[in-house]
């Protein structure tokens, strides 16, 4: 049954390190990193007070990138120790083994969306002078609960239709962390890569609007969600294939 296979994958990760050092991780670095960043270059540096979600979510640029290697790690070391098969004895539906997956990485990552926003809120608010309120507050705190849950599914479901945790780590974590950002800064090439997934969750993030984007911020986290549910299906049809 499903909730069989839920308290497996929940047993999996509370007693397994490399599952659960991920999200505290991100957990640490998201807050830890926009409150240092604040206390030191709040007052002087325009970047962080004329727009207050770069500000905010400076941290998520670091801890997005557990948040990435959680979503591949658990699936991905199943495949690549071959664990896969074991699991899927004790649990023959690969359906309700890959749903059992994708509920755990979800709630785990909206924990890390919920407590890592509120913490990056404070941490700006208690080291940058100035006062943002109003809808686009909700907005942006809104996406930086969702955004993490988006980007571990979207890894997830990557890494099942790869079936290999080295070809999916080698490929996420840097594109999230290092290519997306850099060709985001190539004319021409940010036409394309702003419709990725990290940079259209991100997008959602700020509170100003950015006349080279061709969407609004609450599209932008549309975008990531289909592709966040175009991965997760993919990676569904090709574990039901895929021979254990």
């Keep these: 049954m499903f909730r069989h296979a839920l308290r497996a994958e929940r047993i999996k990760f509370t007693t397994l390190p490399s599952l659960w050092i991920p999200p505290l991780l991100a957990l640490l670095l ?17 970047h962080l007070t004329d727009d207050p979600g770069s500000g905010v979510y400076y941290g998520l640029n670091f801890g997005q990138l557990p948040v990435a290697c959680f979503g591949i790690l658990l699936i991905g070391l199943e495949f690549n120790t ?29 924990v890390v969306g919920m407590v890592g926003t509120a913490g990056a809120f ?30 571990t599914v979207f890894c997830l479901g990557v890494t099942s239709l790869l079936g290999n945790l080295t070809a999916a780590m080698g490929l996420l974590a840097p594109t999230v962390f290092l290519l997306s950002p850099l060709l985001g800064g190539i004319p021409g090439a940010d036409r394309v890569v702003q419709f990725l997934p990290d940079r259209a969750g991100q997008y959602a993030l700020h509170y ?27 990676g569904l049809h090709a574990l039901r294939r895929r021979a254990a």
């Design 30 to 46: 998201t807050p830890g990193i926009t409150t240092a960043v604040g206390a030191a270059l709040g007052g002087t540096e325009p």
């Design 208 to 234: 100003t609007d950015d006349p080279q984007v061709a969407y609004g911020h609450w599209t932008g986290l549309l975008i990531a969600a289909l592709w966040a549910g175009a991965a997760a299906y993919a």
């Design 122 to 151: 404070a941490g700006y608010a208690a080291t940058v002078p100035g006062e943002w309120t109003g809808p686009a507050l909700v907005r942006s705190a809104t996406a930086g609960v969702l955004y993490p849950a988006l980007l």
């Design 82 to 110: 071959r664990m896969i098969g074991t699991s899927l004895t004790a649990i023959p539906s690969r359906g309700h083994l890959y749903g059992a997956k994708l509920t755990l990485a979800t709630a785990a990552a909206l």
